[in-house]
């Protein structure tokens, strides 16, 4: 066994097999796998192996996209056999919200080059003569899906990395694994040790021990899942004799159920309510090939629909039932990437789909170790998307929420209820009591909406389909109405919010946006280390403001500050609040041995947004600084009493309204915010939310991470020119953004004006076509209730970002004519902003 490496791989997995050869495969073959047992003894051996390409997120969906692609050729490439088999994949839709998440999906799949097809009742009859169609509505099928065997996969990868020259040691207990001084890392194991640059866990079910030993509490805790096979069916023999083809993998996501053939029997896998986590605290140590005591009662409602659907699965006995652990995150997605506060240590951990995600998986991480970026947006998987809110009680209570929603219908606006609320901002009671309807973020409450007095629904009011999964609210609390109904077209919240973007634009609102990231930078080198990092110049004048971006080693966009200078050597920093640790983790990493003091802040200050023509007005009976516009100019700041309290005043929003943030220590919020009301209730004050405040950012065309701000695209194609200042010097990215530029962008950000739409706006990856050809991807959409117009921001062909320019948008599944309209539409000229 080695004593020394370049990276090593802790896990024997498809996962961590798949991330071996993926390194070896960009040239670092001096890599090695440490496996405790034998290859695949953990939940691989026992996975179904589908390879499903439906998934919601544009990072999922690429990982799944290229781990087929690299499964269609892997057997021609290893000589080994794979256990392909690209029978299709049929998912059933019972209800219209349903089809509407397919029409969802399909305008995503578009943008990454997946193929779906829509089937009527009848089509899915003929694909799969077993399924009974009555009830059906419509159906999708994806013509590249399957399934693969497990083992053999995961063997063909490994042969394929011993090729190049990695090395697999099995039978090989990993003990500890401890940094050095010099960042190396020793991973120490029953065999010996082996020291090295880099070390990837992808440990799978024992993630808790794994990240006990490098001194993390990793966001993962496996939860059961059992699947069914059943003994041969004679019409599946009678199939298989007659040489008709495989009927392919069947899911009827409104019974919460997938289905596909099984050695001429049929293998049934429910996802249920009630599924526990399990290996809490990790495995025992001899755990090999484990499975646990089958709880079929679990399963009776998923077992009796799938009967209905498919009655052969009722004519036959079982073989066998299958009780096995798969990983789970709190959102369902696997965390890929580089490990927060530890150097070149990364996680490939939590892959609740893992034989679909381990190739682009392992592609993806190979691609961010070796060439010091991923070459995909990754961050709908980055591990740094949660915080340290995210306790072990957390998780068990939120992976077994993730578990039983897999087959939910996956509403934009869905806002799921475990373990909330969790943080809370001081003044949350305040504002639920003036109807708040709450969303999370990086476990934050935030109020989404506000609900007029005594407004909503009785649960026996809706008109809810006769399905097992039929949820399109939030939980019923005993002596609440529901509030919010969950829709991808215009639902009920819609004038709501319409009302209260027009209340700020006409008067004045409050937003709460405590949640912000907040970071204190200082010390004699601040000033060139924060400017080494940005792309903008930074605040020369004590109480001036900058919105900055740092860029990635590739030209593209990591993160947006808004960078206040509170002194000669102190900066304060504030970026949105689900980057807190990504962000925070960037900043740590490039942080100077002396001269730079960096200090997270972010519990310690509370944000009040004040915005609207009247928001001057109001401040002004508060405070005795004088708010004028010659001696409080846009994109400035200052210290300033708030009555009784303090806060810094920021003349800055997301909304393109006069306005002040508020940042102020945060217990005094509530004092600062009854303060407010009382002030303001001559001017008509009132709060308003998230979902007003998207509305009126789509207005002005301001950019989000990680829609339109994204690694994807260069800082330059998503229109920050104004940000980017190439000639101030040296600053991350620089380099690579000027080659970028010298070999042309494929893209343009441009926004649009959506015509005839009647029922359903824009919300991010709906493609966009030019005379029928697909030409560029929408990144954000919302109705603008200043203009009065539905709205779209997207990526097109620099040759066709001109003004008046005209697309056709794709919103589930009708094509809109759309027009290039100027950038930031309301107010091109920011004179409300300068008021």
Partial sequence: MKTHARVVVVGGGVVGVSTLYHLAKKGWTDVVLVERNELTSGSTWHAAGLLPLFNMSYSVGQIHKYSVALYESLEQETGQHVGLRQVSNIRLACQPDRMDEFRYYAGVAETIGIDVNFLTPDQVRDIWPLCNAEGLIGAIQHPRDGYVQPADLTQAMAKGARDMGAEIYRNTRVTAIEQMPSDEWVVKTDKGDITCEHVVTASGNFV?????????????????????????????????????????????????????????????????????????????????????????????????????????????????????????????????????????????????????????????????????????????????????????????????????????????????????????????????????????????????????????????????????????????????????????????????????????????????????????????????????????????????????????????????????????????????????????????????????????????????????????????????????????????????NVGWAQAHAIRVNFVGELGWELHHPIEMQNYIYDLLFEAGEEFDLKPFGIRAMDSLRIEKSYRLIPRELSIEYSALESGLDRFVHLNKGEFIGRDALVEWQQKGFSNALVTLEVHDVTHSDARGNEPIYKDGEMVGRATSGNYGWRLGKSLAIGMVPPAMAKEGETFEIEILGERYPATVIPDSPFDTENERLRA
Avoid at 256 to 264: A, L
Wanted: glycine share 10%.
């Fill in 208 to 640: 808790r021990q794994t990240g006990t030993m490098v001194g993390l509490d990793i966001p993962v805790i496996p939860v059961e899942h059992q699947y069914i096979v059943t003994e041969p069916h004679p019409d599946i023999v009678a199939r298989h004799d007659q040489g008709l083809p495989e009927m392919g993998v069947l899911r009827e996501a409104d019974a919460s159920w997938y289905m596909r053939e099984e050695n001429k029997g049929l293998l049934l896998g429910p996802y249920e309510v009630g599924a526990p986590c399990c290996y809490v605290d990790g495995p025992d140590e001899k755990a090999e090939y484990e499975l646990f005591q089958e709880d079929l009662e679990r399963l009776e409602p998923h077992i009796e629909a799938a009967i209905n659907r498919v009655p052969a699965f009722g004519e036959v006995g079982i073989k066998k039932c299958y009780n096995g652990a798969i990983c789970y995150t709190p959102d369902g997605s696997p965390i890929i990437g580089p490990a927060w506060d530890k150097r070149n240590l990364w996680l490939n951990e939590g892959h609740s789909f893992g034989i679909t995600a381990a190739g682009g998986a392992g592609w993806q991480i190979a691609e961010w170790m070796v060439e010091g970026e991923p070459s995909i947006d990754m961050m709908g998987v980055d591990p740094r998307r949660f915080g340290p809110y995210a306790s072990r009680g957390y998780l068990k209570a939120k992976n077994e929420e993730a578990y039983r929603n897999v087959f939910t219908v996956h509403y934009p606006d869905e806002e799921r209820a475990e373990a909330r609320p969790l943080k809370k901002a001081p003044c949350y009671d305040r504002m639920k009591a003036k109807g708040a309807v709450f969303g999370s973020v990086f476990g934050w409450e935030r109020p989404n909406w506000f609900a007029p007095e005594g407004y909503g629904f009785d649960e026996s009011e809706l008109d809810k389909p006769d399905v097992i999964v039929n949820h399109n609210h939030a939980p019923v609390v005993e002596g609440e109405k529901i509030k919010e109904l969950w829709s991808f077209r215009r639902s009920n919240y819609f004038e709501h919010v319409g009302n209260e973007c027009r209340h700020v634009h006409e008067k004045v609102g409050l937003l709460d946006m405590s949640a912000f990231s907040k970071f204190e930078v200082s010390g004699p080198r601040a000033e060139d280390w924060l400017d080494s990092l940005v792309a903008n110049r930074i605040p020369k004048t004590v109480g001036r403001i900058g919105l900055c971006h740092m860029l990635s080693k590739n030209g593209g966009v990591r993160a947006e500050f808004t960078i206040y200078r509170t002194g000669e050597q102190s900066f304060y920093l504030v970026s949105a609040g689900a980057m807190e640790r990504h962000d925070y983790d960037y900043l740590k990493q490039n942080l100077p041995e002396s001269g730079v003091q960096l200090q997270k802040i972010t519990s310690q200050y509370g944000v009040l947004v004040l915005a609207g023509p009247d928001s001057r007005k109001l401040l002004q009976k508060i405070t005795d600084t004088d708010l004028s516009n010659d001696n409080f100019k846009w994109l400035t700041g200052k210290f300033i």
